[in-house]
């Protein structure tokens, strides 16, 4: 194996490789909200997005910063005992905002104890030049990536899920993101309405064309609270089964590049909150059906790139 006991290049080894020890994320509810949610875009957020603006597993944002950290970390050390953490600023637009505010809230989770990192999740059309500089001045002092929300390649579907911007603003918060030596992520989702098998394996050929530094392969949650449930109600669309998502997960792990980190390979829904898939509950059982296929079928990250 070239990454430790898993076939692809997965985030918990290379942030040990990294640092030294495990590093856990603890989620940051900054306080901010979306342009896609306060009609500077749209109303109502993408239409997969929860009341919480996906960062259902966060403190809440009435806490400040440094306590949300400190509570992240008490639940943590129950699971790991002497790890260090990355400040995961997750819920919303987390570049939507002034600088100074930016600032203030960034600078407080990195002089938070323990923490040897930051990452930061946001908006491609969210990354005006003050805040592109705020970010260059931060990648200076501490470790961090950029998490930018893409989801699919397809122009259509994008607009279905009201994700408020097209592919090329998503190339140029690439570009200015590494022309600044900052490592990005980009997080897709698997499943989306009306997207064939074809078009999931495009999209992550298409965000993995880019220098890009991670990648998050989301499955879709249908939440109660989120516009896409009444979608579901009432028109109903194909929700993958296991077996079929599994599937699609090791094709997409074949065709993304060695050294691109995979952070996610799909995700956890809010129990009182998810709708479907409900299998996706048994995270542990997803992830070993994937390894066990991939071990049967001698998959690994990049096969299929090994012979082009």
């Known amino acids: 194996m070239l990454w430790g006991d898993k076939p692809y290049n997965s985030l918990n080894y290379s942030l040990k490789n990294k640092f030294g020890t495990k590093i856990a994320k603890i989620s940051i509810d900054g306080g901010f909200t979306c342009p896609n949610r306060d009609g500077t875009k749209s109303f109502g957020g993408c239409i997969f997005c929860s009341s919480k603006g996906s960062g259902d597993f966060a403190e809440s944002r009435i806490m400040p910063i440094r306590e949300q950290i400190e509570k992240g970390k008490e639940q943590t050390a129950k699971k790991w005992k002497n790890a260090k953490y990355i400040a995961y600023f997750q819920s919303y637009t987390n570049t939507y905002s002034s600088v100074s505010d930016l600032r203030k809230k960034y600078y407080e989770a990195i002089n938070c104890d323990d923490i040897c990192g930051i990452a930061i999740a946001t908006r491609p059309d969210c990354l005006p030049e003050d805040v592109l500089e705020l970010l260059s001045e931060i990648n200076e002092k501490t470790y961090l990536w950029v998490e930018l929300g893409f989801q699919t390649a397809n122009e259509e579907t994008a607009k279905f899920i009201n994700r408020g911007y097209t592919n090329d603003i998503f190339e140029k918060a690439i570009k200015e993101l590494k022309n ?53 109600i009432n028109k109903g669309f ?71």
Not at 206 to 220: A, E, M, R
Not at 248 to 261: C, D, L
Not at 266 to 285: F, H, V
């Open 180 to 232: 600044r030596n900052i490592e990005v992520v980009v997080h897709t989702i698997l499943g989306l309405p009306n997207e064939s098998h074809e078009d999931m394996i495009n999209t992550v050929k298409y965000v993995t064309s880019f220098p890009i530094d991670g990648i998050k392969l989301q499955l879709l949650h249908v939440l109660r609270d989120s516009r896409l449930y009444s979608y579901y």
């Open 238 to 308: 194909h929700i993958l089964s296991q077996e079929e998502y599994t599937d699609i997960i090791i094709e997409a792990i074949e065709n993304i590049p060695e050294n691109v980190v995979i952070h996610r390979l799909t995700g956890d829904g809010n129990r009182e909150n998810l709708i479907e898939p409900l299998w996706s509950l048994d995270k542990r059982g997803t992830l070993n059906l994937i390894h066990k296929k991939m071990r049967k079928n001698n998959s690994f990250q990049g096969k299929k790139l090994k012979k082009m």
